[in-house]
């Protein structure tokens, strides 16, 4: 990266802008996107390892758009070895449908619709054929414990998986049975299809479902599975959970502290490299080159960088702790590649510009917390305030909420003594945009603003678009003239 005017401050991703360059791409869709840290991932995009954030339909739908989402590390194991099954179960095209019985209840129906962002629940015999479809209409004006076969639809059109044929595991193949059943849903003037596989139905397929499957490439492992990363603390047992999660088949690692330069952290990575886990193995977080080289050299093939820019983080104002996100990005970056390794550019980003910058800045990918909770696919519930909007729930990972739940197996004068010691938010709203309720949506407009940013910069690949890459530095009104006008002046 090069700057227009050297910076004689440290700065956010707010304080900067993008110049073109000439350019020899000739369009959005010649650039690769893919990361160059070894996870394999085919798009720069992880989903942070928050409790609000990541469960197993995040990290489903993740791995199959290309990216990588962290399970949260105070999620039991036993439950990490499931959620890690299932997710590698899980089609590499097609979504996973929510299901019920024709004996189920419009309540039960109910209940369910949030799970996924195309609102629909698939009603299936005990063979596990289709036998209709439920939506929200469908259930207005019903009795909430009438049988779902009282009120379903005959669904227009079930596609047989040997359409997809083409469709193979280690990508998107030629894409001509999606443009077929594209066509298909067309001609039928659906948006929606199961997909059935000798009379079972093995998955669902969207409109847009079929058109995004030709334009990313799933994140699949040596067996052509979902990839999954997860967190590890730094106290307790940490080489046995680690052996625990790569026995389950985690492909990532991720060692997770506040502070990731202490003695804690540098133990820790000795006993996780002891295991020789042949995964890249991720540690953070810093903000400083030192405590980047540091960790690299003893064992950390990633290093996470950031320290109180996100979205439910009370540290700088909490502790002073912290530093400017793009600044600290930058410059952990350029010693990490110096070391052989690689950053993850973690917290801070509001819009697609701020995830063009962390990439040019030197990141390998971008962790997303807040602004992924508020989608289909983050675990939390999904509610309704006064006004009818629908939101869900999030905090912080070192609010009280947080640490209350990683510390429940305390005793309770234990767990109410760590509790006064709180940095995050603990509950935020996170509305549902109803333009872009999946996260599908909102990696759709990432990497849309990212694909031309890199093409304005002359840049086919993240390499080159970290050396081609012209920055400048604005005032706060140079960043307001770049905000769009949501109404005539």
Known sequence: MRFLTEPTTDLTYSDLFLVPSRSDVTSRLDVDLAADDGTG????????NMTAVTGKRMAETMARRGGLAVLPQDVPLDVIRDVTAWIKSRHPVLETPVTLSPASTVIDALHLMGKRPHGAVMVVDDAGAVAGIVRSADCEGQDRFASLASVMRVQPLVLEAELLEDTRAS????????????EAMDA??????PVQRDGVLAGVLT????????????????????????????????????????????????????????????????????????????????????????????????????????AMCTTRMMTAVGRPQFSAVLECSAAARAAGGRVWADGGVRYPRDVALALAAGASQVMIGSWFAGTHESPGDLQQDAGGRHFKE???????????????????????????????ISTSRMFIDPARPGV??????????LRSSMSYAGAADLASFRERAVAGIQSAAGYEEGRPVPQSW
């Open 171 to 182: 990508g998107t193949g030629s894409g001509t049975g999606l443009r077929r059943a594209f």
């Open 207 to 310: 409109r847009k479902g079929a058109l995004r499957s030709t334009l990313y490439r799933p994140s699949l492992d040596g067996a052509g599975r979902l990839k999954v990363a997860a967190a590890v603390g730094i106290n307790g047992d940490v080489a046995g959970r680690a052996a625990e999660l790569l026995a389950a088949g985690v492909n990532v690692l991720v060692l997770d502290t506040a502070h990731g330069h202490q003695q804690k952290m540098f133990d820790a990575l000795a006993a996780v490299k002891g295991l020789n886990p042949g995964v890249p193995v991720v540690a953070g977080n810093v903000v400083t080159a030192e405590a980047t080289r540091e960790l690299i050299q003893a064992g950390a093939d990633i290093v996470k960088v950031g320290v109180g820019p996100g």
């Open 41 to 48: 991932s085919a798009i720069p995009l992880v989903a942070a």
């Open 440 to 449: 599908e949506d909102l990696l759709d407009m990432i990497t849309a603003g």
């Open 394 to 424: 999030s905090f912080g990972m070192a609010s009280a909420r947080a640490v209350q739940n990683r510390n429940q197996r305390e005793g309770a004068f234990e767990k109410d003594r760590k509790a006064l010691f709180e940095e995050g």
């Open 188 to 193: 039928a003037g659906t948006d929606f299809t």
